[in-house]
């Protein structure tokens, strides 16, 4: 590869560091850049990876560890309105968004773009695990990384086509094993940082917590009724932003079986519960596909969809719908479909995009059981 | 080679300055506090800095007390003033375009006890002398920076410190912009403690004075030892304080050349600016300011994206003061002038020095005019 002039956006975290520092090793000459996103110097002594001026600090001494000039960019505001705000009107209005893919749609994939001029850069460099290839007929693709079990194409689902042809991912290939050897021999101090699992912008993983607390969101957060599948109270749920569909732990009922969360009515504030085997649906249908190709697939295109980070994958056929989003039908039922999570297709290991989830669609009994349509967007 | 328009933040040591501090650290090993003749060699070339710091702003050098630098002067000034006449009041002031060394020597003292009232500024980045008038009574100190770091503009401290001295107020004067780069005369501006950085005039890091004139009621904060007239104890940092001396020395004997060349190549800077971005709006332009600096908003081109651009090309430059953590929060002291937000958060300081060369205003030029094309299509909200 010619020498390319990179931004190399970098967290604080041993991923983007060693993804930043790889490149400016093979001599490209690299620009390190950190966006400042939100709650810095409101979470004291917060251990977490990420967030906190030690991530500025981390990411610093990486770039003086390799001689390239760093700079950190206020994203604030943009990540409030962009991704923190939607991710909390989500859980008010019982959808549980993955903000992480937003954060990339419109911070990392997004604005980090209509950077690089700054720095007169030709590529923006990240530490996802994901791999961009080049088609014979000339497209891009997204494709999984080598190290599945860090694969994160799950969250670059939203990103735009068009900057696929810009974007470097030098972790792609690589295991995060030899990512953590290659910190240590680079000399990076970041090389033993624990990793980051939670939303950076909620240090412990109190999510109602950080909603109620931080932003002093008071929707949502009334008790009311949890009901059976068939609308009968079976108890009191402490507010919708506790729950997500899905959910097992922290219900506080006893009902002889174990209890699911099956669906979150936010409009009635009313929260279902039933049995494992109700969270099983036949498919979904979707909002605005963003398409990582050329052109849309066609109808009854077969895919492996995941409908959440950790989900490996169901064998399912798509329909696109005349307003951009699909309707999926699944081989086999599957178990805990959440409105404002993505749906992401793929073929073989190439991604071919995704969607959040507007609802489900085909419960055992032939019913809706989701947000309502007039909340859900 | 980039070039290097940040000399209010810190400047090149001059040559001189290293050659006499690198042979302070081979040949000056003992304790200028020692009776022997090493000591005596080692007390002989600190007084002869002291000497040479005192020329620079017009005092007598048994009224310099060397410190670690400005931060470390504002706070000795300001503490010790205020502690040594805690009888009289407990009340300070301070101007709001001041250092954060002085709001943090500030806080000090309110922590004690002490209040504090902040005299504000106008839309050109004056301090207006009738607003010490304002002042409660009880108020023993007041500081006052010669010229602002972020705007240079250079402060009516005479007249302030008249009107101060006539309720008895003492004047703390943060000279660490002005010092080396206009003349500075202790007698002159009538103030009782005059602050100064050596770093900010080719000398090194970590070596700066306090002059305290004669009278001047003053309470140290290191204590234990008699070092520096009992003013400021520890051991003296003897190579930077030989620096301190040097570069003061080279500053003065050049003062007015320099000045009048820094000032040339900055109208030439200005007018290209003006060329380039019609609409910029330069801060403190209708006051007095520094011959060296420019604090100037390019509307539409946010700060931090327009020194990542300015970075990338080779220019070194800063927003406002140095912030650690980099956001787009606007400059208290813009704020203070009544820039609005939408302009503060686009605001750069270029400050020019001893090594800028008419090639580098050329150069710089260019590099500013396509940099400002750049951030401005970085449209975000913010």
Redesign the interface.
């Known amino acids: 590869m010619s020498r390319l002039r990179v931004l190399a956006a970098m967290s604080g975290g041993v991923d983007s560091a060693v993804a930043a520092a790889l490149l400016a090793e093979q001599g490209h000459e690299v620009?390190g850049?950190t966006l400042?996103l939100a709650c810095?110097?409101k979470t004291p002594l917060s251990p977490r990876a990420c967030c906190t001026?030690d991530a500025?600090d981390d990411a610093r001494r990486v770039a003086q560890t390799m001689s390239f000039?760093y700079?950190?960019?206020?994203?604030?505001?943009?990540f409030r309105?962009r991704v923190m705000m939607p991710w909390v009107d989500g859980y008010a209005s019982g959808r549980t968004l993955y903000p992480c893919a937003s954060c990339n749609q419109h911070l990392k994939f997004g604005?980090l773009v209509?950077?690089m001029?700054?720095?007169?850069a030709d590529r923006l460099a990240t530490g996802h695990y994901a791999r961009v290839t080049r088609e014979p007929d000339g497209s891009w693709a997204l494709r999984r990384a080598a190290d599945a079990g860090k694969d994160q194409t799950y969250a670059l689902a939203l990103i735009p086509y068009a900057v696929l042809g810009r974007v470097l991912f030098p972790l792609g290939e690589l295991e995060k094993t030899a990512v953590r050897a290659h910190a240590q021999r680079l000399g990076l101090s970041c090389w033993d940082k624990p990793e980051s699992q939670d939303l950076c912008f909620v240090p412990d993983g109190d999510y109602a917590g950080y909603i109620t607390g931080q932003l002093g969101e008071t929707r949502g957060t009334a008790p009311g009724a949890f009901v059976d599948e068939r609308g009968a109270r079976v108890g009191t749920h402490r507010g919708v932003i506790h729950y997500t569909v899905g959910q097992r732990k922290g219900l506080g009922v006893a009902l002889g079986e174990r209890q699911y969360v099956l669906g979150i009515d936010a409009a009635a504030n009313t929260v279902t519960l039933g049995p494992r085997a109700a969270l099983a649906r036949a498919g979904l249908v979707t909002e605005r596909v963003n398409w990582l190709l050329p052109t849309a697939p066609a109808a009854g295109t077969r895919v492996l969809a995941r409908i959440r980070y950790n989900h490996a994958g169901a064998a399912a056929t798509l329909e696109p719908h005349a307003d951009g989003g699909v309707e999926l039908r699944f081989d086999e039922p599957q178990l805990a479909v959440t409105p404002g999570q993505l749906a992401v297709f793929y073929d073989g290991d190439r991604c071919l995009g995704g969607a959040p989830i507007r609802e489900a669609v085909g419960t055992p009994r032939g019913l809706r059981v989701s947000a309502p349509a007039a909340l859900a967007r | 080679m980039s070039i290097y328009f940040d000399h209010n933040a810190s400047t090149p040591v001059r040559p001189e300055v290293a050659e006499a501090m690198l042979q302070a650290l081979r040949d000056l090993g003992a304790n200028p506090s020692s009776a022997h003749s090493e000591g005596q060699r080692v007390r002989a070339a600190v007084e002869r800095a002291r000497a040479q710091a005192a020329v620079l702003v017009g005092a007598e050098p048994r009224q310099v007390v060397f410190v670690s630098g400005g931060t470390e002067g504002d706070h000795l000034a300001i503490v010790g003033s205020a502690w040594a006449q805690r009888e009289r009041g407990q009340h300070v002031a301070y101007a709001a375009i001041e250092h954060h060394a002085v709001h943090g020597a500030a806080d000090v003292l309110e922590r004690l006890g002490w209040h504090h009232s902040v005299l504000p500024s106008d839309a050109n980045g004056l301090t207006p002398p009738d607003s010490v008038n304002d002042l409660p009574s009880g108020t023993t100190v007041l500081a006052l920076m010669l010229a602002n770091n972020e705007t240079g503009v250079v402060q009516p401290v005479a007249a302030l410190t008249a009107r101060a001295q006539a309720r008895g107020i003492r004047v703390v004067c943060d000279a660490v912009q002005g010092a080396g780069k206009v003349p500075v005369d202790v007698g002159a501006l009538g103030i009782d403690y005059l602050v100064f950085s050596a770093h900010k005039f080719g000398g090194p890091k970590g070596a700066g004075a306090l002059v305290i004139r004669d009278r001047a009621p003053l309470e140290p904060l290191f204590r234990g030892s008699a070092h520096e007239r009992g003013l400021r104890g520890g051991t003296e940092n003897v190579p930077g304080i030989i620096g301190l001396g040097v570069a003061a020395e080279l500053a003065a004997r050049g003062l007015a050349a320099e000045s009048a060349r820094l000032l040339e190549l900055r109208k030439r800077f200005e007018a290209g600016l003006k060329q380039a971005v019609p609409d910029i709006v330069i801060h403190g332009a209708a006051a007095p300011r520094l011959p060296n600096t420019v604090n100037a908003s390019f509307p539409g081109a946010?700060s931090?994206?327009l020194?990542?651009?300015l970075?990338?090309?080779g220019l070194a430059a800063s927003a406002g003061a140095a912030c650690?953590?980099?956001?787009?929060e606007p400059s208290p002291v813009l704020k203070a002038m009544g820039v609005p937000r939408e302009l503060a958060i686009c605001a750069i300081r270029f400050s020019l020095g001893r090594t800028t060369t008419e090639d580098d205003v050329a150069r710089a030029l260019a590099i500013v005019a396509e940099?400002v094309k750049?951030?401005r299509?970085?449209?975000?909200?913010?």
Do not use: M, N
């Open positions: 620009t850049v400042r810095y110097g001026l500025i000039p700079h950190i960019v206020d994203a604030e505001q943009v309105e604005d209509t950077r001029e700054l720095a007169a | 946010r931090d994206h020194l990542l651009a970075d990338s090309r650690a953590s980099g956001g787009v940099s750049a951030a299509k970085v449209t975000v909200p913010s």
